[in-house]
């Protein structure tokens, strides 16, 4: 094999500003492939297939370095890249906690900091893992082979174990049909593993050194393929996705509720606010726009039928709304709307349960599900609560949390990913998914619906919260890629935007603008067929992050080269 020993000046070198000036540039691209504070343009999705370049760079050529501590300054490089990329992508974390959390001054910028540094051990593991290949290998080629197989079992990690899977790297890619195509067979992780494998082959053109006997298999060959691969893959922005026909409508109301103002509605409020939902609820002949707010997307109009028809739905999303299953006011305004438009109506809402056996009464945040003839038809209590937000984990331990947290509710959890059966006004009957907020982010809970017979998904969400803030946009993205990787429309209906339909290949067909009081007429049809995805779920990034804990589990059999005997192998 062809080796070559770093000469002292190189280890000098790489004990320099440059591996560190390497992650701070990878964290600054990585930041521009997602929303920042308004909807993504498809273009800036090229920033994916080359943002981590810099960083592998940087881990790989101090992991061939002859210093004191090879992997622990990996490590430090990677964890740096990972703790400024949650920072700034997730930076609207202080300022909801500011406004909503009722917490002392530095409280929020404390608990972004916080979240930053446990989500970016991840980052941390990558470079680490990588390093260590290399250290117990001496090549470079097996390293970067490597980084694609560890990156999507630690996304795996980071949905399975910290509950945190937010913008993964796969969707960035979210408006590209060609790439997208592999969601519904390894859901966004497959998606991940080719960016990432792009970004490994561009590094090696930096890394890879050639050899007198082969220059083709040296680095201009590595950089031709990630050439090639980033070109062929963001060519998929400018590709058309399949057109699919939509055959019903569902209202979806937007009540652009203040989030942070009292919800009790007393009295004249209550009927107030009900006359304006059951108004938005019959509307039907509206104008819309035909693509993502704030994008520039055409408006379009919805075309009023010769004779008066009826939805198919009526969808109230999550919201501050005082509405409590128990109230008798709601049961009676939920059933003369689903009588008056003859349509079933799903309103987000509080559940209750009463445990006879410890004699307590538990209370959920749901999704009431009210049938055409009025009667409630069923519940769906929201399964993944939001920590710090729904409830505390830990709270026997973390006591000092409530004093923190002065709004978080208790709620209990869901058991059920039900798919719910409902009469249309087409005839017949179908089954409908719903799922509420935060779950939208998690795709292997989402998978469950319509695994379980849902023929169209309906995510409820508040995204108030978030402002004007990068995070709506985020949401929308990851909500899309559950279309995509089902193959299912999905009607997104939130508080105050992005309220949406989306069809089975994840774009945004019909909406309405944020922040403001409206009814979105959205269009759909049902949909009963199964993906591989939806049928075996993270098959693909299980079968990555085995093989990756088997490669690290043989490096450190091997064990490390001594520091002083380090070598690098092309």
Known sequence: MFYTRPSMQQSSKWRSWKPWAAAVLSAGLLELPFPLAGPLPPWRSIFAWFALVP??????????????????????????????????NCYWIRATMMHYGDMPPMAPTLLLIGFSLVLGLYFGFLALGVALVQRATGSVRIALAFAPFLWTGLDLAAARITSVPWDQLGYSQVDNALVNQLAPWTGVYGITFVLMTAN???????????????????????????????????????????????????????????????????????????????????????????????????????????????????????????????DPRLQKALMNIAGAVHAPVIAGGIGWTYDGPTQEWHY????????????????????????????????????????????????SRGTQRNAFLLDTQTGGSHRYGIFICYEAVFADE??????????????ISDDGWYGDSSAPWQHLNMARMRAIENRRWLLRDTNSGVTASIDPYGRVRESIPRHQVDALPAEFAFRDGITFYTAHGDVFAWLCAILALVIVGLSLGRGLRPESESKARS
């Open 55 to 88: 960083l592998l760079w940087a881990v790989l050529s101090i992991a061939r370095s002859v210093r004191p501590h090879p992997l622990r300054d990996a490590f430090l490089i990677g964890y740096l890249c990972g703790f400024l990329w949650y920072m700034g």
């Open 200 to 326: 490994a082959l561009l590094a090696g053109g930096w890394l890879v050194e050639s050899r007198a006997a082969s220059r083709f298999s040296g680095r201009w060959a590595w950089v031709a393929c990630g050439a090639v691969l980033l070109v062929a893959g963001e060519c998929g922005v400018f590709v058309a996705s399949p057109r699919t026909d939509a055959t019903t409508t569902a209202v979806l109301v937007q009540p652009n509720l203040d989030v942070g103002a009292a919800s009790n509605w007393p009295g004249a409020e209550w009927d107030q606010h009900i006359a304006e939902f059951t108004h938005l609820a019959s509307e039907e002949c509206k104008s819309y726009i035909a693509g993502i707010p704030q994008s520039g997307a055409p408006k379009g109009e919805i075309i009023c039928p010769p004779y008066h028809t009826y939805p198919d739905l009526i969808v109230w999303p999550e919201s501050p709304a005082p509405f409590d299953q128990t």
């Open 364 to 411: 959920y945040n749901s999704a009431l599900i009210f049938g055409a003839d009025g009667k409630l038809a069923g519940r769906y209590d929201k399964i993944h609560l939001v920590p710090f937000g729904e409830y505390i984990p830990f709270q026997n331990l973390l006591t000092f949390a409530h004093k923190l947290t002065g709004r978080v509710g208790l709620f």
């Open 446 to 459: 989402v998978r469950h619906f319509a695994r379980n017979g849902a023929e169209v998904l309906v995510n």
